[in-house]
């Protein structure tokens, strides 16, 4: 099986506020980037790994890369203004004769070989497959600070990231213009997307409390498996 991952690192971090790009801050003393690549190094099935940055932090993912053991094939490309056009940039810059695709954020550090092997065996089967999780609170849509619906929240999954697919299927998908939040919704117009139970610890680093939080998981033994660091 070959795979090639892209790995998103072109985002801002508005909402951390931490003065720069949250992927390069520390996470129990390693850039919380380095653990996506961590995991990267660890799985054989991932062969080239396409990693998205900003055109001034070449160097600073090049530390990263070193930092995380990663040997194998990387390709530094630098993104675009949104997270789909950074997706896009990833994509143009791999080689086509990999079988699948996984896009995975930067900002979440927590995934494990575990989660990522289950995908890649059912992504064989499907063509397209993503990890979610069922949503803990009630969901309600909201329009000027007034109820309109309470959503059934059977229904509802919070979807992660890493996501997998048939090379063919995100091409293609990413041919459309239409903006959406993540690439499943992109293939979802075309064909059908599946979901594994993915991990409740796989959170996004996206404001400072998700920092604290990921630090107290990582100090508990989640997310790490088989991808210790003392193996470095
Ligand atoms: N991302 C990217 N290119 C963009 C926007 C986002 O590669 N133009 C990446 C981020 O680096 C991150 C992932 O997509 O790893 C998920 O996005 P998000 O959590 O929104 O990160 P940021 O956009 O950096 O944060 P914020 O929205 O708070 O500015
Ligand atoms: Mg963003």
New binding site residues.
Partial sequence: MSVAAIL?????????RAGQ???FLPLLGHPLLSYSLRIFALLDDVTEVIC?AHYGEKQRIEDCIIHSGLEKKVKIVY?????Q??VKAGLNALDSRHEFVLIH???RPLLTVLLVNQLLNRVKEVGAVIPAVPVKDTIKRVVSAEVCQTLKRRELWAVQTPQVFRYELIKKAHQSDVLATDDAALVEAFHPVHIIEGDYSNI?I?TSEDLWMAEVLLERGRGQDDAHWTRL
Avoid: I, P, Q, Y
């Avoid at 998103?8 to 951390?16: F, K, P, Q, V």
């Avoid at 993104?79 to 997270?83: A, N, P, Q």
């Fill in positions: 998103l690192a072109a985002g801002r971090g508005e909402r951390m790009n949250k992927v998205v993104g675009g203004e949104t997270r056009a950074s954020d930067g900002a996004k996206t």
